[in-house]
Each structure stands twice: as C-alpha cells, then as structure tokens.
Antibody, heavy 119, light 111 residues
C-alpha cells in the first residue's frame, strides 16, 4: 500500500532553516507530484507548494516562494521541503501528500512533522 | 485569510444530516476548477473524502456526498455518527494565485 513516512520533530531557532523529508513507497513515484501542507496551532490547513516528481517543476504559494525549496530524490523516492529564515509563526505540523493529478486532490498523506521555532 | 470561505462550525445530532458550504470566486470554483474535500481528525493526517467535486475514494461511506454549483460547493453528511466529529476542509485551484488553496475549515460537532 501507499506509504509516506516523514522525518521526526524538529526544534529550531528563529532565523534558522529546517529540512523535512518524506520517504514514499507503494506506488509509481514519478507518476504523482507531491504537495506540502502545514497546519499551525489552532489554524487551518495551508498549502505551501508542490513539486513534480516527473520533471522537478515546482509551484510555490506566494507566501513562501522566497523562503521554501522543494526537491525530490527519485532514487530513494524521497521528497524534501526546506524552509529558511524561520520565524515563530512557522511553528506548525508539516505534511507531505501525493497528488491524485497535478495541482488537484491530495490522495495519500504523511503522518506529519512538528516543527517548533523557539528561541 | 482564505479565499475559500467555509462556516467555522456546524453541528447535528446522531442520525441527522448536515451540510458544509465552501464559497469561492471566479478565479477558483467559479472558473470551473475542481473542488476536493478532506476530513481531519485531531492528531491524525487529513483524509481525502471527495475528489473532483463529487467522487468518493474507495472506502469512504456513501453517507458523504458533495456538489458544486457556480462559485460554491457543498459537502453533505447524512446519518451523522459520533466518529464524524472532525474538521472538514474544501480545496481548489486558484488561477490568480497560480496555486492550490484550502478553505478555512469547518468544525463538525456531533451533539
């Protein structure tokens, strides 16, 4: 079955960077893009962007486009999301998810990675 | 704030029917882009409930149905059960943002 296994919780200081990984299995990796979604405490889901696992094309939400980088390693079937210049309001659970179709629904989700930004 | 507007909360008694609306604009739902729905239980990953406006993934009960009209969409849940208590989100693509976006979420309380 499809599985997305994310890296563990991180604690970072303001101004630092964090890189979250999402290791996938159970499907054709290059056939489905991967989106990243976050949820801050007490807030709703927020789409951050997506990456094509076919050609590495990315689409980033305007809010993050200057601070985020999404990459994939097709050999290890792993997606990565790096967020730079962290602020306290970046404290959130970060999810990776496979796209059903490009920029459409998110079919399978990782378990989430808590990133806490604190001085 | 989200450009897909959902009511913050809805509630219903077991066995009843509730609906959750998702109101967008001519750059997202009204432009013909598909709407998808997710159920999010506390401490768990979101779960795809409806994709492509009306389609249920395998394993999702037929108590969950959805529709879309004009610049809005809605999710209906019939035969409410205690296990349905969760947050529900709509999602669509927005051409002015050139990206996907979620509604603000609706908390469903089963009385």
């Amino acid at each position: 079955q499809v599985q997305l296994l994310q890296s563990g919780a991180e604690v970072e200081k303001p101004g630092a960077s964090v890189k979250v990984s999402c290791k996938t299995s159970g499907y054709s990796f290059s056939s489905h893009g991967i989106s990243w979604v976050r949820q801050a405490p007490g807030q709703g889901l927020e789409w951050m962007g997506r990456i094509s696992t076919h050609n590495d094309d990315t689409n980033y939400d305007l809010k993050f486009e200057h601070r985020v980088m999404m990459t994939v390693d097709t050999v290890t079937r792993t997606a990565y999301m790096e967020l730079r210049s962290l602020r306290s309001d970046d404290t959130a659970v970060y999810y990776c998810a496979t796209e059903g179709e490009e920029l459409e629904w998110l079919e399978h989700w990782g378990q989430g990675t808590l990133v806490t930004v604190t001085s | 704030q989200s450009v897909l507007t959902q009511p913050p909360s809805v509630s219903g008694a077991p066995g009843q029917r509730v609906t959750i609306s998702c109101t967008g604009s001519n750059s997202n739902i009204g432009a013909g882009y598909n709407v998808h729905w997710y159920q999010h239980l506390p401490g768990a990953a979101p779960k795809l409930l409806i994709y492509g406006n009306t389609n249920r993934p395998s394993g999702v009960p037929d108590r969950f149905t959805a529709s879309k009209s004009g610049t809005s969409a809605s999710l209906a849940i019939t035969g409410l059960q205690a296990e349905d208590e969760a947050d529900y989100y709509c999602q669509s693509y927005d051409s002015s943002l050139s990206g996907s976006l979620f509604g603000g979420g609706t908390k469903l309380t089963v009385l």
